[in-house]
């Protein structure tokens, strides 16, 4: 009998899952990423200006605090030091394919379908 997987095996913290969720949103978004440098990567080139308390994600809407990692160094470092995604600080993103697979157990808490 098998366990099932466990949630967070890499230990990340709440600041740090957030923000891979939102990234790998954004990676999937041809509007803010494109592909590689390495074969199944995405690399994040752009990222949402808020307005007030929320900004839109393709069809979704992400509220700014779920987000607040996505503007901080370390945050990125962290997730680079995991092998989830390689950082050129403060300019792109690359998630690596374990960085794009990674279940966070918070896409339906962070992304909203948008109302409009």
Same mark, same amino acid.
């Given at each position: 009998m098998?366990?099932?997987? %466990?949630q &967070?095996?890499? =230990?990340? &913290?709440p +600041?740090? +899952? %957030?923000?891979l @969720?939102?990234?790998q949103?954004l990676?999937r978004?041809p509007?803010?990423a494109? =592909?590689g440098?390495? *074969?199944?990567?995405m690399t994040?080139?752009r990222?949402?200006?808020?307005?007030?308390? !929320?900004? !839109?994600?393709?069809a979704?809407?992400?509220a @700014? =605090?779920?987000?607040s990692?996505?503007?901080?160094? &370390?945050?990125? !470092? *962290? +997730?680079?030091r995991r092998?989830l995604?390689?950082a050129?600080?403060? !300019?792109?993103?690359?998630?690596?394919?374990?960085?794009?697979?990674?279940d966070?157990?918070? *896409?339906?808490?962070?992304?909203?379908k948008?109302?409009?």
């Open positions: 098998s366990m099932p997987p %466990r &967070n095996p890499l =230990k990340l &913290n +600041l740090q +899952l %957030r923000t @969720t939102v990234l949103a990676a978004d509007a803010t494109g =592909k440098p390495g *074969a199944g990567e994040v080139e990222f949402p200006e808020p307005h007030g308390e !929320h900004f !839109h994600l393709g979704f809407i992400v @700014t =605090k779920d987000a990692g996505l503007y901080i160094e &370390n945050v990125w !470092h *962290a +997730l680079e092998g995604a390689r050129d600080w403060p !300019h792109r993103v690359t998630l690596t394919t374990t960085g794009l697979a990674y966070t157990g918070l *896409a339906e808490e962070i992304l909203h948008s109302p409009h």
